[in-house]
């Protein structure tokens, strides 16, 4: 056990949008030899309620993060993309539009060139470009950092080549939230099909159709958005993220079985997705029977009650944020862990101890968010004790013999732009 003193905490700070911006720009002008067009930047994401439901056309209710990925980019005229990362040390790479197909560009450049490949593939007239990267989203934090990646050029490449689907960001709100879901699915057959991971739509939507001080409640099934109003300060309160920075692994295969699972069960069921086992007016029960006699029975039951119950606590955390019952969400909080830990089997040592370490130093709710098997968890804390619940948190960790955690505050922050 070792003991760590908890004043000096980690802190990931957000940078403020010059700063961001002008990063981008100079590693531009340094590396690339010319000055950009411009700079656009999207933000990474925190999901309040609703994991692992996107995929199953359920509901979501993420907000956009402080945090931001900043692109600095220039317009050319044949099909050449060149890109350079300041988090990478790999120097410029360079790919030919016309060489993009799903396996054939590796590592962060996939989402960068897998965006403008879906922008073709979805018949926009979409050349090369230069591009340079600069980002304060924690990458492996669990917090979306490829889907800031992907909205920031997305709403690059809309100005840059005219496309005309981003519309204006003003104060805090997209204006054209239509051509913003049609980049965002973009966005996701970026993600896909070029650098293969098989995630569902809610971060590319948090990220480009989110609305600062809202949280935005996302309808999987037919992509409809509603933005709630959501202002902790308000109500003396504040939401700590805990970044575990725990190792994780096997991520990308953990969430292709637990996607798999679901369509299986919707394949034994008959539903195009879970969710309409969710809105069955008589209730989950008879789809759960049916499910508890195929061979994988035991765990498709786990597994659908948590997509069943996940949505309905969607639901309940609306309602209780619009009824001016901040409080009360906390406990809807807690349910959604309990269920990712043990009906959907997601969570992991780190983010257990992470949100009970919360609880016992006086958090109302917290829960794992995003993927899970690492990232983060969120707590919703009293304004005035961001500082002590981080410290019992790190304390834990220490106590734990686990790596030292990173906190950050997550207020509901304006969409890419
Ligand atoms: C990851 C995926 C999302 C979503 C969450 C779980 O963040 O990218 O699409 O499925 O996991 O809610």
Same mark, same amino acid.
């Given at each position: 056990?070792?003991?760590?003193?908890?004043?000096?905490?980690?802190?990931?700070?957000?940078?403020?949008?010059?700063?961001?911006?002008?990063?981008?720009?100079?590693?531009?002008?340094?590396?690339?030899?010319?000055?950009?067009?411009?700079?656009?930047?999207?933000?990474?994401?925190?999901?309040?309620?609703?994991?692992?439901?996107?995929?199953?056309?359920?509901?979501?209710?993420?907000?956009?993060?402080?945090?931001?990925?900043?692109?600095?980019?220039?317009?050319?005229?044949?099909?050449?993309?060149?890109?350079?990362?300041?988090?990478?040390?790999?120097?410029?790479?360079?790919?030919?539009?016309?060489?993009?197909?799903?396996?054939?560009?590796?590592?962060?450049?996939?989402?960068?060139?897998?965006?403008?490949?879906?922008?073709?593939?979805?018949?926009?007239?979409?050349?090369?470009?230069?591009?340079?990267?600069?980002?304060?989203?924690?990458?492996?934090?669990?917090?979306?950092?490829? !889907?800031?990646?992907?909205?920031?050029?997305?709403?690059?490449?809309?100005?840059?080549?005219?496309?005309?689907?981003?519309?204006?960001?003003?104060?805090?709100?997209?204006?054209?939230?239509?051509?913003?879901?049609?980049?965002?699915?973009?966005?996701?057959?970026?993600?896909?099909?070029?650098?293969?991971?098989?995630?569902?739509?809610?971060?590319? !939507? !948090?990220?480009?159709?989110?609305? !600062?001080?809202?949280?935005?409640?996302?309808?999987? *099934?037919?992509?409809?958005?509603?933005?709630?109003?959501?202002?902790?300060?308000?109500?003396?309160?504040?939401?700590?993220?805990?970044?575990?920075?725990?190792?994780?692994?096997?991520?990308?295969?953990?969430?292709?079985? *637990?996607?798999?699972?679901?369509?299986?069960?919707?394949?034994?069921?008959?539903?195009?997705?879970?969710?309409?086992?969710?809105?069955?007016?008589?209730?989950?029960?008879?789809?759960?029977?049916?499910?508890?006699?195929?061979?994988?029975?035991?765990?498709?039951?786990?597994?659908?009650?948590?997509?069943?119950?996940?949505?309905?606590?969607?639901?309940?955390?609306?309602?209780?944020?619009?009824?001016?019952?901040?409080?009360?969400?906390?406990?809807?909080?807690?349910?959604?862990?309990?269920?990712?830990?043990?009906?959907?089997?997601?969570?992991?040592?780190?983010?257990?101890?992470?949100?009970?370490?919360?609880?016992?130093?006086?958090?109302?709710?917290?829960?794992?968010?995003?993927?899970?098997?690492?990232?983060?968890?969120? $707590?919703?804390?009293?304004?005035?004790?961001?500082?002590?619940?981080?410290?019992?948190?790190?304390?834990?960790?220490?106590?734990?013999?686990?790596?030292?955690?990173?906190?950050?505050?997550?207020?509901? $922050?304006?969409?890419?732009?």
């Amino acid at each position: 056990m070792t003991d760590r003193p908890t004043d000096d905490l980690t802190w990931t700070a957000a940078w403020d949008r010059a700063t961001g911006e002008e990063r981008a720009r100079a590693l531009f002008a340094r590396v690339l030899d010319a000055e950009p067009d411009g700079v656009w930047s999207a933000p990474g994401r925190v999901n309040l309620i609703g994991e692992h439901t996107d995929y199953n056309g359920g509901l979501a209710l993420p907000v956009a993060l402080p945090h931001r990925t900043y692109a600095a980019v220039r317009r050319r005229d044949d099909d050449l993309v060149r890109l350079v990362s300041a988090q990478e040390a790999s120097g410029v790479r360079e790919v030919r539009l016309a060489d993009v197909a799903p396996g054939t560009v590796d590592g962060w450049a996939a989402y960068v060139v897998g965006v403008a490949w879906a922008l073709r593939e979805a018949g926009h007239d979409v050349g090369g470009f230069d591009v340079a990267i600069d980002s304060c989203v924690p990458f492996g934090a669990g917090v979306s950092s490829s !889907a800031a990646l992907e909205a920031a050029v997305a709403v690059a490449l809309d100005a840059v080549h005219g496309l005309g689907l981003a519309g204006d960001v003003v104060d805090g709100a997209a204006t054209d939230d239509a051509g913003r879901a049609a980049l965002a699915e973009v966005c996701v057959r970026a993600e896909n099909e070029i650098a293969g991971a098989p995630t569902g739509g809610m971060d590319q !939507a !948090a990220s480009l159709r989110a609305r !600062a001080d809202h949280a935005l409640l996302l309808d999987c *099934r037919d992509g409809r958005v509603r933005h709630v109003p959501f202002d902790l300060a308000a109500h003396g309160l504040a939401l700590l993220v805990v970044d575990t920075r725990a190792p994780h692994s096997h991520v990308d295969g953990e969430y292709a079985q *637990r996607r798999a699972a679901c369509e299986r069960a919707a394949g034994l069921l008959g539903v195009a997705t879970l969710r309409e086992v969710a809105d069955d007016p008589a209730g989950p029960d008879g789809a759960l029977d049916r499910l508890a006699a195929a061979d994988d029975g035991a765990v498709l039951v786990r597994r659908v009650r948590h997509v069943v119950t996940e949505i309905d606590r969607v639901t309940t955390f609306v309602g209780r944020l619009e009824a001016g019952d901040v409080a009360g969400v906390g406990p809807v909080m807690d349910a959604s862990h309990a269920s990712l830990r043990d009906d959907y089997a997601v969570s992991c040592r780190e983010l257990d101890v992470a949100v009970e370490a919360a609880r016992a130093a006086g958090a109302l709710g917290a829960r794992m968010t995003g993927g899970g098997f690492g990232g983060s968890a969120i $707590a919703l804390v009293p304004a005035d004790a961001v500082e002590r619940v981080a410290g019992a948190v790190a304390t834990a960790f220490a106590a734990g013999d686990l790596r030292a955690p990173a906190f950050a505050v997550a207020v509901a $922050a304006p969409p890419a732009g």
